[in-house]
């Protein structure tokens, strides 16, 4: 219980529920805020077809997916188009990659052989584990999330492949309705963004009523601090938060998104998973020196309840 008095910010949306009933099982409040949703669009619709055929034309060596709802697009694209079995054929017949445990579950359920799960789940772990192997006039696909990263592709094409990207989906500061099927047809227990909940987040922020701020990608953190400057209130929030209140980075990623805001990251796990972030914010509290490192943090006691919002 050793956040217990202690209200804890969500700001992710896909697995929202789940973070929260991490934060009650360790005693804290969680106050569930989303800053940030999926939104399918035609521009990445039209990447996805693209990719579908260049897979099935048996244009690619290496197939790298980043996320499960991209495995899900992929799959769906090609099941529309008629070819749902030569993709998984031919991608069986590749090296496939897949960022984490989740999109490597979302394409063995489809059928799919995946070749690699780097135990640094970041583009650059990606790229540490590809740049081991025989990439030299190899051709590489690659399904990415709603913000791609350039050094994966970067650090390939310097081993000589040919890399063809494609992103799934947009992030967006509202979940539409084309992201909200796919998380619910993936069995996600998510929470839906919504601009006014975000906007009181930050109030409740200036406010001092919330204790520690956590983010689990780095549009989560984008969004909040975008929408904190359109109101006029970034560099008050930036101000408050370094000084006020304990910020948790889920990984370096997200941590670098961050820190561009020049907010400073207290806690960020060595495993970069929901269940070790937040035992990483409960170990952080078994020491007394915290309680001298942040403003609102030296007047919260053990045991007093917080003033969170659900």
């Not at 520690?212 to 990608?217: E, R, V, Y």
Request: proline fraction near 5%; hydrophobic fraction near 40%.
């Amino acid at each position: 219980m050793r956040l217990k008095g202690l209200t804890v910010a969500i700001t992710g949306s896909r697995r929202a529920s789940e973070l929260a009933h991490l934060v009650s099982n360790f005693g804290g409040v969680p106050y569930v805020a989303p800053t940030v949703g999926i939104d399918v669009q035609e521009d990445v619709d039209l990447q996805v077809d693209g990719l579908v055929r260049r897979i099935v034309s048996g244009e690619c060596d290496y197939a790298v997916f980043m996320t499960g709802p991209g495995v899900y697009l992929l799959m769906s694209k090609a099941e529309k188009l008629g070819v749902q079995r030569e993709v998984v054929d031919r991608l069986n017949r590749l090296s496939v990659v897949a960022r984490s445990h989740k999109p490597q579950k979302v394409l063995e359920q489809n059928g799919v052989r995946v070749s690699l799960v780097p135990s640094d789940n970041t583009a650059g772990g990606i790229a540490a584990e590809m740049v081991k192997l025989d990439l030299q006039g190899k051709r590489v696909a690659i399904l990415w999330h709603g913000a791609p990263a350039v050094i994966l592709r970067q650090d390939l094409e310097r081993r000589g492949a040919e890399v063809f990207e494609a992103q799934a989906y947009h992030y967006s500061s509202e979940l539409e309705k084309s992201g909200a099927e796919v998380l619910r047809a993936l069995g996600f227990q998510y929470v839906s963004p919504e601009y006014q909940k975000v906007l009181q987040l930050i109030r409740d922020l200036l406010q001092g009523t919330i204790h520690i701020l956590t983010f689990t990608s780095p549009p989560s953190a984008r969004n909040l601090f975008r929408m904190a400057e359109e109101h006029g209130l970034h560099e008050d929030l930036c101000r408050h938060v370094n000084a006020n209140v304990l910020v948790v980075a889920v990984g370096p990623p997200t941590r670098r998104s961050i820190e561009e805001h020049g907010v400073s990251v207290d806690v960020m796990p060595e495993i970069y998973k929901l269940g070790p972030m937040v035992r990483a914010i409960a170990d952080y509290f078994a020491h007394p020196l915290p309680f001298q490192k942040k403003g609102v943090l030296a007047g919260i006691q053990p045991g007093k309840e917080g003033d969170g919002r659900g």
